[in-house]
């Protein structure tokens, strides 16, 4: 007896079932491609019902074996103007979905591969364009179960042993007088119906059940897919602060060294505080372009200084509006004349610098 294809509620929860599963017996994917895995197979399955989700042991060519998800089944095939059904199996391999999967054409007794072929081997393998140029996550069953329909269609894979004969007709029906009522016990029928209800109950609550996990496997499902993107944020947070960590440790010791240097000048100048310093003579001039820079560079300060002054003044009522005016006007003047001195000094400066550095070169 051939078993009623499943359902698109029982697809669901086998699938659930077979991709939270732990354990020696587990798929091995990749939690993180589990979720994309499943709306594969499903819309597979929605756009191809001939096709049924899977698992079985696949062995690689070096020996070793595996539980996989596949999808078995026949594929349709336009020929001729009559759909023929091609029977396949799509294995999802472990690395599915970032690489494609196996596609073997699966002939049944009376079938033969036919040879040479532009697409299948001699032992069943297919080779497409759509699988060799795979690209993780655009590419998809669905889209790969059309290839295969458009390239099967052009140059059918199978062909029969045998011609097929004529279907043999069957034979019809007898007539026979209908059987005679039979009387029921009214205590054997009470029971046979509270077995019946007893069991739809049961029934009931299994399905409920059911739809539970399945809403609680999809829920987790969801949720490691939210952690699995949580930690690969705290992963990327964790190498930012190990750098910055790095970086600022780095300026610590630098930090250290100056105040080191620091120190070491205050322990060697400490004697000499005593003594009265004049502070126009605090600094010496290497030549006359620094100390016109100097004189112009305390000027504009002073001149800053002074007009912070008359602000405070003003503010507090000290100094007259119209003095205030004549005062900064004046200062502002004086303070123009100083920066713009100060600006073609430093041109000067920066040409004697250029001029001494390409005399060296020169030299």
């Known amino acids: ?84 059904n091609i029977p396949v199996i799509i294995w999802l391999l472990e690395s599915y979905p970032r690489h494609p999967p196996c596609v073997y054409v699966n002939p049944t007794a009376d079938m033969i591969i036919k040879r040479p072929h532009a697409h299948v081997t001699p032992s069943g393998l297919v080779s497409l364009p759509y699988l060799q140029n795979w690209v993780y996550p655009s590419s998809n069953l669905v889209d790969l179960v059309s290839d295969l329909g458009a390239a099967f269609a052009n140059d059918p894979p199978l062909y029969s042993r045998r011609r097929p004969g004529p279907s043999p007709t069957p034979p019809p029906y007898e007539t026979r007088p209908p059987p005679p009522p039979q009387t029921d016990d009214a205590a054997e029928v009470y029971k046979r119906n509270a077995i019946n209800k007893m069991v739809e109950m049961v029934h009931g609550d299994l399905a409920s059940m059911r739809r539970d996990r399945e809403a609680e496997a999809e829920s987790m499902l969801s949720l490691q897919g939210g952690l699995k993107r949580r930690e690969e944020e705290i992963n990327r947070g964790m190498k930012e602060m190990v750098e910055e960590k790095e970086t600022l440790e780095q300026q610590l010791q630098i930090i250290s060294m100056n105040t080191d240097v620091l120190d070491s000048w205050v322990r060697e100048n400490q004697g000499k505080t005593n003594t009265v310093v004049d502070v126009d003579k605090a600094f010496e001039c290497v030549d006359a372009l620094s100390k016109q820079m100097l004189e112009c560079t305390a000027s504009d300060l002073a001149i800053e200084d002074a007009v912070y002054a008359l602000d405070k003044g003003f503010q507090d009522g000290v100094v007259p509006f119209d003095q205030y005016l004549r005062s900064v006007r004046l200062l502002s003047r004086e303070q123009f004349f100083h920066r713009a001195t100060g600006s073609k000094v430093r041109a000067a400066q920066m040409e004697a610098q250029v001029h001494a550095i390409a005399g060296r070169l020169h030299s």
């Open 1 to 84: 007896m051939v078993p009623s294809p499943l359902n698109p509620q029982q697809i669901q929860q086998f699938l659930s079932s077979v991709l939270s599963q732990r354990g020696p017996n587990s798929v091995p994917y990749d939690e993180s491609t589990k979720w994309l895995i499943r709306q594969h197979l499903l819309n597979l399955i929605s756009s191809y019902p001939s096709l049924e989700p899977k698992t079985a042991t696949f062995i690689h060519n070096d020996g070793r074996s595996v539980n996989l998800l596949q999808a078995d089944g026949t594929i349709p095939m336009p020929y001729h103007g009559v759909t023929y």
